[in-house]
């Protein structure tokens, strides 16, 4: 005997729930094979469900547009911290600047490799370090790093730190919104198996497939086992 298989999408739930909703609204009530109360409940939760899957999908939508925007930008500020750093570490070894002066960014005299900027989180520590370290350098009269200045590295830094915070902004609307989804598909799993329950209970009288090709109006899907097609096919 077949099964019947519970949607396990979204997309599934919002088939099952408008496809008894319809037939719901076209039949009198005493012809429904399910109950009335059932489908003021369908008419109440539809229009939800329906909202946060296009919530859900337009916060995706747009965070996926706007990391298109966001990329370039968090590798050029990456590029201009870094060449920051490298410019800063030449001139040390051509004689120009004191090892010492690499105290003013929080580097470590005695290490040449450039620091870790492989995640956002180094990037925003460094940016903020080298743009204090070079205003308490030049506010002693120290003379200003260029190829680049620190003024064109914040420029870029801080066009990162915008898209950044904009881009967690979406990251959190986004998670949001699967939050709330998450909430509204265990309601919606409830009314369908309730819709299902009572369509069933209703057919009970008729043939095994008579029941299931009725029940199937309103939205039932049933699955036969791999023996059963076998049977199927060789009957």
């Given at each position: 005997m077949p099964y019947r298989r519970l949607p396990n999408t979204d997309l599934a739930r919002l088939r099952a729930l408008r496809t008894a909703y319809a037939i719901g609204k076209e039949l009198p009530p005493f012809k429904l094979a399910y109950s009335q109360s059932t489908l003021q409940k369908i008419q109440s939760f539809l229009p939800s469900f329906e909202k946060t899957l296009l919530e859900c999908k337009h916060a995706y939508a747009k965070q996926i547009e706007k990391n298109k925007e966001y990329l370039p930008v968090l590798k050029k500020a990456k590029l201009y911290i870094s060449h920051f750093i490298q410019v800063l570490n030449m001139a040390i070894a051509r004689g120009d600047l004191p090892a010492s002066e690499k105290h003013f960014f929080g580097l470590k005299e005695n290490i040449k490799k450039l620091p870790s900027l492989n995640s956002e989180s180094d990037i925003?520590?460094?940016?903020?370090?080298?743009?204090?370290?070079?205003?308490?350098?030049?506010?002693?009269?120290?003379?200003?790093?260029?190829?680049?200045?620190?003024?064109?590295?914040?420029?870029?830094?801080?066009?990162?730190?915008?898209?950044?915070?904009?881009?967690?902004?979406?990251?959190?609307?986004?998670?949001?919104?699967?939050?709330?989804?998450?909430?509204?598909?265990?309601?919606?799993?409830?009314?369908?198996?309730?819709?299902?329950?009572?369509?069933?209970?209703?057919?009970?009288?008729?043939?095994?497939?008579?029941?299931?090709?009725?029940?199937?109006?309103?939205?039932?899907?049933?699955?036969?086992?791999?023996?059963?097609?076998?049977?199927?096919?060789?009957g």
């Open positions: 925003i520590k460094w940016g903020e370090k080298l743009i204090l370290g070079e205003s308490l350098r030049t506010k002693q009269g120290r003379s200003h790093i260029t190829n680049p200045t620190i003024a064109v590295v914040k420029v870029r830094y801080e066009n990162f730190l915008d898209s950044y915070k904009f881009q967690k902004m979406l990251q959190k609307n986004h998670s949001r919104a699967q939050d709330n989804l998450e909430t509204l598909r265990i309601k919606a799993d409830e009314i369908i198996i309730n819709i299902w329950d009572e369509v069933e209970k209703h057919f009970r009288n008729e043939s095994e497939e008579a029941r299931r090709v009725k029940a199937k109006d309103y939205g039932l899907i049933y699955v036969f086992r791999k023996n059963e097609i076998s049977k199927i096919e060789s």
